[in-house]
């Protein structure tokens, strides 16, 4: 009988479930919902965490459906990471709108916190106080949610990440857990001790009997009732985590680069947790067979989504992939640069005031030379990350895997090994982050080996021009524009 294993990947614009076979080692069937966000008030975003728990639910028993015949040997879970639910353990019902990471209604608070308080959090979490993760999310439900202070009081009140909450659903309540992944994107985790931190706690006012227990991505989490059946939970990480072991990417000094609507760099530092002098965040990569992986994490909030705009506001292209073509068409930019600040500008600058400029424009500036330096300014932000990624752990990048929608670009993957000086290396499955899930669940059930090397396949290499002189004078010329937008 063929083995099965699901991996759910509840993201932000949409829940997936994939069903992977064991023997065959890739995914046979999928199936996805699209999750609506709402934005009551300028820079809020929430989601219906019921909609999120049918929408599960429903792409869950879709790949059940598909296994007829076969047997699914247990569910992996993959996340966004941050978004808060508050619910009724009681009842299950949430009590307010999940918060959604994107969230900036609590950027005022965090804006507030003394630097050193900010010292002392980073240092026991890893992260920079900021509206992103969820701490001030869940002080802002206890301040302005009377119904989730009163559950409080009473005992009821529980307060955890997606993956927590559809746990929750999945067991009929009898497991309320996370993993260190998740748990580490919370400002409420001490990352060496890998537990809540009782100081973190005090400082945001959020009781620990509230929160999930935490366990290492390879525990079983509970069972899941769907249907007539039971499955084990194992294997849960949050997104980004799962694409880095999806990739894996689990020695030191491995890279893996998502390129989606935004660019997520994270570099693994093996069993010590590395503190950036640059800005970048340090973050559990993944807990398991007794041991911790941490990472650091570069995060920019624009990538693909400059491609989108060429699209949908300037009307200069009319889909993503065919700006590959529009670029190769044109020998280079001819001196236009693009910084992608559309909202402010992430990691390393998180500058919230900065703006997008296209630069160096002239008289022959053509349509092929400005989707060619939106391209462009993709890899040089994934260069101003990998720059800070050697800094701060003084380990060389050699090489970086590269996932996400846009490492279908074949132009953009070449001039990311050119801008780095190193080769990216594209994966056959690029769906990293349910491969991730899938395998952290493999793994827990005694179904894949721990050489999780094995189960990637590259399907393209590519290599770095020699000409390092080049390429280094115009990521110099980018950093100039930086400098304008900035300004
Ligand atoms: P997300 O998970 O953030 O929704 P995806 O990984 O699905 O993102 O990637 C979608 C993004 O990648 C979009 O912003 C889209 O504009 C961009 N994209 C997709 N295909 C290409 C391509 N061939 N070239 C450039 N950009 C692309």
Redesign the pocket.
């Known amino acids: 009988m063929k083995e099965y294993i699901i991996s759910l990947d509840a ?1 932000t ?1 949409s829940i997936r479930a994939f069903l992977y076979d064991v023997a065959e080692r890739k995914f046979v069937h999928r199936a996805q919902q699209e999750v609506a966000s709402s934005f009551p008030h300028p820079g809020w975003v929430e989601q219906d965490a019921s909609e999120i728990w049918f929408k599960a639910a429903y792409v869950l028993s879709d790949c059940l459906r598909a296994a007829s015949g076969g047997k699914v040997m247990g569910i992996g879970v993959t996340n966004q990471r941050e978004t808060v639910v508050c619910f009724d353990a009681a009842t299950g019902e949430p009590v307010a709108p999940a918060i959604v990471w994107q969230c900036r209604r609590t950027s005022a608070f965090c804006a507030s916190i003394p630097e050193e308080d900010a010292a002392r959090i980073k240092e026991k979490c890893g992260l920079l106080p900021d509206a992103y993760f969820s701490a001030s999310k869940i002080a802002w439900i206890l301040q302005n949610v009377p119904a989730a202070r009163k559950l409080k009081e009473e005992g009821r009140l529980r307060a955890g990440t997606v993956d927590s909450y559809l746990i929750y659903k999945l067991t009929e309540g009898k497991s309320f857990a996370t993993d260190c992944t998740n748990a580490s994107r919370t400002m409420l985790f001490n990352i060496r001790t890998l537990d809540w931190d009782d100081d973190l706690l005090a400082y945001f006012g959020v009781c620990r009997d509230m929160l999930p227990a935490v366990l290492p991505c390879d525990a079983v989490f509970g069972m899941a009732k769907l249907g007539k059946g039971e499955y084990p939970i194992a294997g849960v990480l949050g997104d980004q985590q799962a694409a880095l072991f999806g990739q894996a990417c689990v020695k030191e000094g491995d890279v893996k680069l ?5 660019l997520f760099m994270l570099f693994s530092t093996g069993t010590q947790p590395v503190f950036s002098k640059s800005g970048l965040l340090t973050t559990v990569g993944s807990v398991y067979k007794g041991r911790t992986n941490y990472a650091l994490e570069g995060s920019v909030f624009h990538a ?2 400059g ?2 705009w060429l699209r949908d506001e300037l009307g200069l292209i009319e889909n ?2 065919e ?2 073509r529009l670029a190769l068409s044109v020998a280079d930019t001819g001196g236009v640069f693009f910084v992608p600040a559309f909202t402010g500008l992430g990691a390393p600058y998180w500058n919230s005031e900065a703006r997008g400029l296209i630069s160096g424009i002239s008289r022959g500036t053509r349509r092929e030379h400005i989707v060619r330096a939106v ?1 462009e300014s993709i890899a040089y932000s994934a260069r101003d990350l990998a720059d800070c990624m050697e800094k701060d752990s003084g380990i060389p990048l050699t090489l970086v895997r590269c996932d ?3 490492c ?2 074949n132009f ?1 993957m070449q001039f990311q090994a050119d801008v780095l000086g190193i080769p990216v290396d594209r994966p056959e499955e690029r769906e990293s982050t349910a491969l991730g899930a899938a395998l952290m669940c493999a793994l827990a059930l005694g179904l894949a080996d721990e050489d999780i090397g094995s189960y990637r396949t590259s399907e393209r290499v590519f290599a770095p021009s020699l000409d390092r002189t080049y390429f280094d004078g115009l990521y110099a010329q980018y950093l100039a524009a930086v400098r304008r937008a900035l300004g």
């Open positions: 993201g614009t998502t390129y989606g609507t935004g693909g989504s491609v989108q993503a992939a700006t590959e391209l996400g929608g846009a279908a670009n953009l």
